[in-house]
C-alpha cells in the first residue's frame, strides 16, 4: 500500500468556533487584511463575527469586499495594490470559493514581488503570509487546499496553481455561516463537493486512503440528497454539507479533480453557468462514459449515495439542477478543445478524447 497523506490546515469545526478559538486570531500579529465577496461577508454574519474579534483583540484591520465570482487576474491585481499599501501580519478570507482563493493569491503577492500572471509558475521566492479560511459556503473545500482557481480572460479560461505553501494556515467551518445561502446556490455548491468527491474517487490520482474519504463525503450526499431535492434545509443538513465540503476537500488535495472541472470551466466561462451547477450537469453523463472503466467504483458511489442506477442519477440532476442553456455544434467544438488540453483530462478513468468530450457536452446540455 502506497499513499501520501497531508492536511496542512488546522481545522475548527463547529457553531461558533471562531469565538471559541479567538486565540487563533492573536497567534498571527496585530494587522489583518479581510478578503471578502460583496455581499457574502455580510450576507453570512461572518464579516460581523471577525470584525469583533479584531476589535475585541486590538487587532488592526482592513476590508476588500470586492471579490468577484471566478475571480480574475485583474481582479486579484486590485487585491495586490492594498495588500502592498496596507502590510498585513496575516489574511482572513471570508466568503465561498471565490473569495477564499483570491485570499491565498493576495497572500503569496503580499510576500513576492511578481504580477499577478506570475503565480501560475507556481514557485514563489517568499513565503506567502499565512491566510485564515471561513467559507460561507458548502460546496469548494478551498478552506483546506492548496489551490486557487483563477479568470484567465486572456485565454478565455480559468487556471490554477497551488503548492504546499498556498494552504490556509487555519479553517473555521461554522455552518450558521452557510444559512443565508439561497436553495439554489445551497444545491450548486452542495453538487461541486459531490463532484470533488467522485472525481477523486474515480481519477487515476486515487489512494486507498482518500476513497475512504470520498465514499464517506458521497454516503453523506445520499443522506443530504432529500433535503436538496425538497430544497429545505436544517442546522442538522447544513452542518452536513458543509463537513462533505471539507472532506472533499481534502480528497481533492491529493488526487486533483478530472474531466468534470476541465469541461466545467468552459460552461462557467461562456454561459456563466455557477460552477457547481456546471460540474453537477456534467456528472451524469461522465459516470456513464467512465462505467466501462469503473464498474465497480462506479457502483460504490450508487449504493454509498443510495441511487439505484445511473439513469435515476440522471434524473435526480435534471430536476435539482435544471438548466436553459444548449449549446452550438461550434461552441460544443470549442469547449471541447479548450477542454482537452488540460492536465486533469488525462487522469480521467477513461482516457477521453475531443470527440468523447463532445458527446459529453451534447449529451448533458442538448438531450
Ligand atoms: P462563489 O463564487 O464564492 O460565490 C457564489 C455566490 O454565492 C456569490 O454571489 C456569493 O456572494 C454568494 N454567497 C457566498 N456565500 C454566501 C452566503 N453565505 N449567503 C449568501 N450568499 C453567499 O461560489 P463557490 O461555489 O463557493 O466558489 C466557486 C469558486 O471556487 C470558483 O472560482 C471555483 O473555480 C473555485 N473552486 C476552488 C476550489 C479550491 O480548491 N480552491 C475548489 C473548487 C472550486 P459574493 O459575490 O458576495 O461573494
Ligand atoms: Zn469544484
Known sequence: MNFTFQSKTKTFMGSKCIFNNKNEFLKLGKKALIVTGKSSGLKSGALIDVKKILSDNGIVYEIFDSIENNPSIENINDGKTIVKIFSPNFIIGIGGGSPLDAAKAIAVLATNDIEPID???????????????IPTTAGTGSEVTQYVILTRHDLKNKKSFGNE???????????NYTKSLNSELTIFTAMDAFSHSVEGYLGNRSTVICDFIALEAMKIFGECLQSLQNAVFNDVIREKLLYMSYLAGLVIIHTGTTSVHSIGYSLTYFKNIQHGQANGILLPEYLKINYEYATEKINKILVATGICSLDNFSTIIGKLLPTNVSLSKEEIELYASIAVEQRSISVNPRPLNKEDIKLILSKSLND
Open 119 to 133: 503565480l501560475f509558475d507556481n514557485v514563489f521566492l517568499n513565503k506567502p503570509l499565512p491566510v485564515v479560511a
Open 165 to 175: 505553501f498556498t494552504f490556509p494556515v487555519i479553517a473555521f467551518l461554522d455552518y
